[in-house]
């Protein structure tokens, strides 16, 4: 099974930080991602979870042409329901917005507790994700990007912070902790794009609009971190 770039990079990082055995795929659309991964023995089980039932149809349709109908099970329902009455190690959820993604986490936060990794992939708004996980206790142990269909994503390794003397600021909520202090030319690449973004935006508000303000700090946070590469 061949995946997308992006599906790809969420699969290496899955790899690379598995613990346990046990995954749970939220919004799993076509299933590529939970059967890739058994398929190729790197975990034992998953449940392929989707709120909608025609994605959940092409789960099964995936789970059906590769014969892991004993390992990898569709789950009809919303964020985690599905799987709260079953033991998870990991759980990944990508491929949606960083205001779902953080509705999801919020409302079974007691669940969580017993999961060991979280592996999560917002398709905007990264910073508002980064935000909400900072403020819950969760820390992020690492941090990839990659170009797929001329769209730059971030996935998030993330994990229970014990360690409350770790501690972040908005630098790291707006670019990422790992990622600010590992800037490859994806991440330049990206500011880059942003600051011109917010540049034709703030050209077309006035100097008294709030929102002027507001780009005007990102731009200067923009400025700092990329140094001359403006």
């Known amino acids: 099974m061949k995946l997308s770039k992006r599906l790809q990079l969420i699969a290496d990082v899955i790899i690379k930080y598995k613990q346990g055995s046990v995954l749970a795929d939220i919004g799993t659309d076509h299933g590529y991602l939970p059967c890739y991964l058994v398929e190729n023995k ?31 099970f569709p789950m009809l329902g919303s964020g985690l329901n599905p799987i709260l ?36 992939q917002s398709n905007a708004n990264n910073d508002h994700l980064r935000k909400y996980l900072f403020a819950n206790d969760w820390i992020i142990i690492d941090e990839q990007m990659v170009k797929d269909a001329g769209h730059i994503y971030e996935v998030m390794v993330i994990t229970a912070r014990k360690n409350k003397a770790i501690t972040y600021n908005q630098k790291d909520e707006e670019f990422g902790p790992i990622l600010i202090n590992n800037q490859t030319p994806l991440f330049k690449e990206k500011w880059q794009k942003q600051y011109q973004v917010y540049k034709k935006i703030q050209n077309t508000l006035s100097q008294d609009h709030p929102r002027y303000h507001e780009i005007d700090n990102k731009m200067k946070m923009i400025k700092e971190v990329l140094h001359d590469c403006l």
């Open 42 to 72: 790197i975990i034992a089980s998953a449940y392929a979870c989707d709120v909608a039932k025609g994605p959940l149809e092409s789960s099964k349709e995936t789970i059906k042409q590769y014969a892991l109908e004993d390992r990898v």
């Open 85 to 120: 009455n079953r033991k998870v190690d990991m759980i990944s959820i990508a491929g949606m917005g960083a205001y779902l993604i953080c509705e999801i986490l919020d409302e079974h936060r007691e669940y969580l507790r017993d999961v060991k990794v979280l592996f999560l």
